[in-house]
């Protein structure tokens, strides 16, 4: 570095540097920018010895003022949590017959219900409640209910679960009928219960062996029976798919879904929620008496 | 650290704080005038009422930002309908381009608000210290408890002019009456008292002690104007093949053929308020206030020689003037083609955005589809989509509207609040004034209906009828 020498008209320095004749002035940082960098420097090690920071072998250290992200996560949430308290109070003893008509309750509760939705029950139903055929989960947004669509069956069904112990479970079971027919028979069976839902044209042999042996449970004309969770076989939904292949797969060697009793681990006021959620999805039935399920004759009349 | 020189060039020139003289003529009165009309329409406009009925705020002018409505007498914007502020201020900047290719740098020297609280300023100046040169006289002067309490009583009109600049900001955003009251009451939003805090803050700043500093270094107008401007554009200018070789009044009686009419009496420089030479030629800081030209017109005038010294010129016709010639007129100089074409963009977008604004509709539909899941089988076979619809009433009553199916042979819908049921391919649903209703719609075609495309048409009865038609899909299973 030889060429140090004066800036003739600011009176600094060089640093010694040339480049094309534009030489580098040697102005040192200000003194309020270094202390300022000084400070920032004192205050990041003081932050490291309040605060959890330095990586140990087993652990890190934990900080002199006892903060933890878990803490404050349990702070915020029990906040969050006395936030919703009144809401949650006022679901909580409201009849949920009485709760349509309370349209601002009727929101919240439909808002908290789409929450919890999406974390326990997308799983199975999917997130827009559409179902799996290939699994069996229902879909949530037809008119179609195993058990049934008012808000009291449908909240029974989330707190007791389907087919799971307990005192109140909705409990039921296909007999498995393999072995018990000829293919010929099956066969003719098959037919029959894809004609209920005009898929095929009728099979008075099948319609024998269904009177003998499915009518019990799912109707004379295939109408269902909710109090089994006997699915309709006359309408134009199929739970598990409507082929042959898959109602002679379902005869054989009936496939069960199962649900979980979520009045288990769930609070009232969720499980409360989540039944105004799935009820809104556009299926929910009224508190009517269901009438018996239409002949599939009248929905000729509609085509 | 090694500083050799003892006294090392600046490299910046140092500022020179300017005290303009009072001037009065022709510009300093249109001046006067600008100012009065502009902070008039702008402390004044928040306390127009305007009654809009027993839905909606009584107040003129008002951006209701918490209920997403602007308000202009008897126009409502709803923020979809945002083109028309977008269109206002493309007009504003055309309308500068307009300005400036005619008459120069005329909005800075008359309607920016810069200028106008600058003056403002300028004029508190005046009136607490006197005139130029007792300003000059007082700031040399060392601090006695006399110019303490003077500076003292200054900077405190400076803070109430500031004061009711912001405050007069709020007031477009609230009603105003309401507003005051809690302000005082210290009960209004804490947003309020920040923006008027910044703004008191920023107009003393930048009106009370940066004043052309703002014009010269921070304002990028200037900078961008010269692109607008051409040798047809109207300035502010000195002519010096009629003033030069200036000569003072003394030595012009004893030589008159050897000097021009300028006297370097440097009353042009004195009374401006960006403290420069016109007679430098035209530079960055003359904004156009033509303040110089009051003052020499004025001196011309004493001393008996022809006014226009410094005068509204156009470049082109002081050179024809220069060599000799006559000069256009300058209203032959406004209209030519720049500034027509212009004139002729702003105003098709003015037209544009006046045709909109009556051929708006007050009802609006929005429609989008369910897409999870896209359809859904019913029992008796029929396919079912749903829909979320946004009805929106844009008038201040409540309104019964017409929601009806077209196209989609045999389907028909029901919504979250009628039951399916009453399912029909018309359904009549109560707006609140002033809103917009989100209401879900299933519509269900019978079986073998294939995807298609039909329309949800929005409609209302009454004295005015409006409709408002939306297509979507409707999807079916299968191809």
């Given at each position: 570095?030889?060429?140090?020498?004066?800036?003739?008209?600011?009176?600094?320095?060089?640093?010694?540097?040339?480049?094309?004749?534009?030489?580098?002035?040697?102005?040192?940082?200000?003194?309020?920018?270094?202390?300022?960098?000084?400070?920032?420097?004192?205050?990041?090690?003081?932050?490291?010895?309040?605060?959890?920071?330095?990586?140990?072998?087993?652990?890190?250290?934990?900080?002199?003022?006892?903060?933890?992200?878990?803490?404050?996560?349990?702070?915020?949430?029990?906040?969050?949590?006395?936030?919703?308290?009144?809401?949650?109070?006022?679901?909580?003893?409201?009849?949920?017959?009485?709760?349509?008509?309370?349209?601002?309750?009727?929101q919240?509760?439909r808002a908290?219900g789409a929450a919890?939705f999406k974390?326990?029950c997308v799983q199975c139903h999917g997130s827009g409640a559409g179902g799996n055929q290939q699994l069996g989960y229902p879909n949530l947004n037809d008119d179609d209910w195993l058990w049934g669509g008012n808000?009291?069956?449908i909240?029974?069904?989330?707190?007791?679960?389907?087919?799971?112990?307990?005192?109140?479970?909705?409990?039921?079971?296909?007999?498995?009928?393999?072995?018990?027919?000829?293919?010929?028979?099956?066969?003719?069976?098959v037919s029959h219960v894809r004609s209920l839902s005009k898929l095929e044209k009728p099979n008075?042999?099948?319609?024998?062996?269904?009177?003998?042996?499915?009518?019990?449970?799912h109707?004379?004309n295939g109408e269902g029976?909710?109090?089994?969770?006997?699915p309709r076989l006359n309408d134009a939904i199929w739970l598990r798919g409507s082929s042959a292949e898959a109602i002679r797969n379902q005869?054989?060697?009936?496939k069960?879904g199962?649900m979980?009793?979520?009045?288990?681990?769930?609070?009232?006021?969720?499980?409360?929620?989540l039944?105004v959620y799935v009820h809104s999805l556009g299926g929910g039935e009224d508190?009517?008496?269901e009438p018996?399920a239409p002949p599939v004759a009248e929905a000729d009349g509609q085509e | 650290?090694?500083?050799?020189?003892?006294?090392?060039?600046?490299?910046?020139?140092?500022?020179?704080?300017?005290?303009?003289?009072?001037?009065?003529?022709?510009?300093?009165?249109?001046?006067?005038?600008?100012?009065?009309?502009?902070?008039?329409?702008?402390?004044?406009?928040?306390?127009?009422?305007?009654?809009?009925?027993?839905?909606?705020?009584?107040?003129?002018?008002?951006?209701?930002?918490?209920?997403?409505?602007?308000?202009?007498?008897?126009?409502?914007?709803?923020p979809q309908?945002?083109?028309?502020?977008?269109?206002?201020?493309?007009?504003?900047?055309?309308?500068?381009?307009?300005?400036?290719?005619?008459?120069?740098?005329?909005?800075?020297?008359?309607?920016?608000?810069?200028?106008?609280?600058?003056?403002?300023?300028?004029?508190?100046?005046?009136?607490?210290?006197?005139?130029?040169?007792?300003?000059?006289?007082?700031?040399?002067?060392?601090?006695?408890?006399?110019?303490?309490?003077?500076?003292?009583?200054?900077?405190?009109?400076?803070?109430?002019?500031?004061?009711?600049?912001?405050?007069?900001?709020?007031?477009?955003?609230?009603?105003?009456?309401?507003?005051?009251?809690?302000?005082?009451?210290?009960?209004?939003?804490?947003?309020?008292?920040?923006?008027?805090?910044?703004?008191?803050?920023?107009?003393?700043?930048?009106?009370?002690?940066?004043?052309?500093?703002?014009?010269?270094?921070?304002?990028?107008?200037?900078?961008?104007?010269?692109?607008?401007?051409?040798?047809?554009?109207?300035?502010?200018?000195?002519?010096?093949?009629?003033?030069?070789?200036?000569?003072?009044?003394?030595?012009?009686?004893?030589?008159?053929?050897?000097?021009?009419?300028?006297?370097?009496?440097?009353?042009?420089?004195?009374?401006?308020?960006?403290?420069?030479?016109?007679?430098?030629?035209?530079?960055?800081?003359?904004?156009?206030?033509?303040?110089?030209?009051?003052?020499?017109?004025?001196?011309?005038?004493?001393?008996?020689?022809?006014?226009?010294?410094?005068?509204?010129?156009?470049?082109?016709?002081?050179?024809?003037?220069?060599?000799?010639?006559?000069?256009?007129?300058?209203?032959?100089?406004?209209?030519?083609?720049?500034?027509?074409?212009?004139?002729?963009?702003?105003?098709?977008?003015?037209?544009?955005?006046?045709?909109?604004?009556?051929?708006?509709s007050?009802v609006d539909l929005g429609v989008s589809p369910d897409r999870n899941p896209p359809f859904m089988l019913l029992s008796d076979g029929s396919v079912r989509n749903s829909y979320t619809l946004k009805l929106r009433n844009?008038?201040?009553?409540?309104?019964d509207m017409t929601l009806t199916l077209e196209g989609l042979e045999g389907a028909r819908f029901w919504t979250d609040s009628i039951p399916i049921e009453d399912a029909a391919r018309s359904i009549t649903i109560r707006v609140?004034?002033?809103?917009t209703q989100t209401v879900r719609a299933y519509v269900a075609a019978p079986v073998g209906t294939s995807q298609q495309d039909f329309d949800f048409v929005l409609s209302t009865?009454?004295?005015?009828p409006e409709s408002d038609t939306n297509t979507t899909r409707f999807t079916a299973p299968g191809e």
């Open positions: 570095m030889a060429n140090k020498r004066v800036d003739e008209p600011t009176g600094t320095e060089t640093v010694g540097h040339e480049w094309d004749g534009i030489e580098e002035l040697n102005t040192p940082l200000p003194r309020w920018w270094l202390w300022t960098f000084y400070f920032t420097v004192a205050w990041g090690l003081a932050y490291t010895v309040a605060y959890p920071a330095w990586p140990m072998i087993s652990k890190g250290t934990e900080g002199m003022l006892g903060w933890t992200s878990r803490g404050q996560l349990a702070e915020e949430l029990s906040a969050a949590d006395a936030a919703r308290q009144t809401v949650a109070e006022k679901i909580a003893v409201t009849d949920l017959s009485k709760l349509s008509g309370n349209d601002e309750l009727l919240q509760a908290g919890a974390v326990n808000m009291s069956q909240e029974y069904t989330i707190t007791h679960g389907i087919r799971q112990p307990g005192a109140d479970m909705r409990q039921s079971a296909m007999p498995a009928f393999e072995g018990m027919f000829d293919s010929a028979t099956l066969s003719a069976l008075a042999a099948g319609a024998v062996t269904y009177t003998d042996n499915c009518a019990v449970c109707g004379a029976n909710r109090e089994l969770g006997a005869v054989l060697n009936p069960m199962a979980p009793a979520w009045g288990e681990r769930l609070d009232p006021v969720t499980v409360k929620m039944t508190f009517v008496e018996a | 650290m090694a500083k050799s020189s003892p006294q090392p060039a600046q490299l910046y020139e140092p500022r020179k704080q300017v005290h303009n003289k009072r001037i009065d003529g022709p510009f300093r009165r249109f001046k006067w005038f600008v100012m009065a009309v502009t902070l008039t329409i702008y402390y004044g406009t928040p306390w127009i009422r305007w009654d809009r009925g027993p839905y909606a705020p009584d107040q003129a002018v008002l951006v209701d930002l918490a209920n997403r409505r602007f308000y202009m007498f008897g126009i409502e914007i709803w309908e945002f083109y028309f502020v977008a269109g206002l201020l493309i007009m504003a900047g055309i309308g500068l381009f307009l300005v400036t290719s005619a008459v120069g740098r005329a909005w800075c020297g008359y309607a920016c608000p810069q200028t106008v609280w600058t003056d403002l300023f300028q004029h508190v100046d005046r009136f607490v210290d006197g005139d130029r040169n007792a300003r000059m006289r007082l700031d040399a002067a060392p601090w006695t408890w006399g110019k303490v309490l003077r500076r003292g009583f200054k900077w405190t009109i400076y803070l109430i002019i500031g004061f009711w600049t912001g405050g007069a900001w709020i007031m477009y955003f609230a009603d105003a009456p309401t507003l005051v009251y809690d302000f005082w009451r210290g009960e209004a939003a804490p947003i309020a008292y920040i923006t008027v805090a910044v703004l008191t803050l920023t107009t003393v700043t930048l009106g009370g002690f940066m004043r052309e500093q703002v014009c010269i270094y921070m304002c990028p107008w200037p900078r961008i104007q010269t692109a607008m401007m051409d040798e047809h554009s109207l300035l502010v200018t000195y002519k010096d093949w009629r003033g030069e070789p200036r000569g003072s009044l003394k030595k012009a009686e004893k030589n008159p053929d050897a000097f021009g009419d300028c006297i370097d009496c440097m009353q042009c420089v004195q009374v401006c308020p960006t403290g420069i030479d016109i007679r430098e030629g035209p530079q960055i800081g003359c904004i156009t206030c033509a303040l110089c030209i009051d003052a020499c017109d004025r001196v011309m005038k004493d001393i008996g020689r022809p006014r226009g010294l410094i005068d509204y010129a156009t470049l082109e016709g002081s050179k024809r003037e220069a060599a000799g010639g006559e000069a256009r007129p300058a209203w032959k100089e406004l209209l030519r083609m720049r500034t027509l074409v212009y004139l002729g963009i702003w105003g098709s977008i003015g037209f544009a955005l006046l045709f909109a604004l009556g051929a708006r007050h844009m008038t201040q009553a409540p309104r609140p004034a002033d809103a009865g009454g004295e005015r």
